[in-house]
């Protein structure tokens, strides 16, 4: 049995009046690809913003690995790739992560081979040297996973990674995502592409502000007898994307 890594309960959201989440319940367990499916608006940004400890919810509980959040220790075991990149732009690729690699305390010849390796994994080695304001915004994502991955967080956020990346890159991404969940690394991603729902281990589809299903992808098509996670969205309700 897995153990469990994050345990939303009863996690509500206001922002002044507009209740944005409605109270969420989420379980997810160790080594999984759990993703948040749902409509622009529903919420999923603001969740896993909660989840990362960002951000706070107007009430009830979250846990990552059995700590509360928000939580300043926790924030060293979780990753968090931010759906608007948070990069220095006049600064190169390198500096950029040579920046982060160092607040996650890494050093020496350590740092700069976790460098290279984040790198090579999202195909931007021969860009290194290149400041990230002459970057394409596809560019600027792979960077903002790269830095997601410097610190090989036990938890790793991920909203809309692959947004503005073409297929090839968006399909070596995924076989990257299950090899570093497959070596022990829970990832919770959000998307709205149906295809990427398509590769989570398990789901929540998610519509204002509320989980409207969770399950395996089979469970989900089973349950509601569709061929598709487009149509178990349009079965339960869910807008069509
Ligand atoms: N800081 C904020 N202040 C006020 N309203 C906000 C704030 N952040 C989000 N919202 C509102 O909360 C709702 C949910 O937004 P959220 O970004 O979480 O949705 P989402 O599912 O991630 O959408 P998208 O796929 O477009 O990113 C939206 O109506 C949004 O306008």
């Not at 979250?62 to 924030?75: D, F, K, S, W, Y």
């Not at 996973?145 to 956020?157: C, G, K, M, Q, R």
Request: net charge neutral; glycine share 8%.
């Amino acid at each position: 049995m897995s153990l469990l890594t994050v345990s939303v309960e009863g996690v509500s959201k206001h922002f002044g009046k507009q209740k944005v989440l409605d109270k969420i319940n989420l379980k997810v367990y160790s080594g999984e690809i759990f993703g948040l499916l749902g409509p622009s608006g529903a919420g999923k940004t603001t969740l896993v913003k909660i989840i990362a400890g960002i951000d706070t919810a107007s009430c009830g509980k979250t846990q990552v690995l059995n700590v509360a959040m928000p939580n300043l220790e926790n924030l060293k075991k979780v990753g968090y790739m931010a759906q608007s990149d948070a990069l220095y732009s006049e600064l190169t690729a390198y500096e950029n992560l040579d920046f982060f690699a160092t607040i996650y305390g890494l050093k020496g010849t350590k740092k700069k081979e976790k460098i290279f390796e984040v790198m090579k994994l999202v195909n931007l080695v021969k860009d290194i040297t290149k400041p990230v304001n002459q970057f394409s915004g596809g560019m600027k994502r792979r960077l903002s996973l790269a830095v997601s991955l410097l610190h090989n967080p036990d938890v790793l956020i991920l909203d809309e990674p692959t947004v503005g990346i073409d297929p090839v890159l968006r399909q070596a991404i995924w076989e990257e995502l299950r090899r570093i969940s497959e070596s022990g690394t829970t990832i919770i991603v959000t998307t709205h592409v149906m295809d990427e729902a398509e590769r989570c281990d398990r789901l929540a589809l998610l519509r204002d502000g509320t989980v409207i299903a969770t399950g395996t992808t089979s469970e989900l098509k089973k349950e509601t007898n569709s061929e598709t996670i487009e149509e178990v969205f349009l079965v339960l309700g869910g807008s069509k994307q």
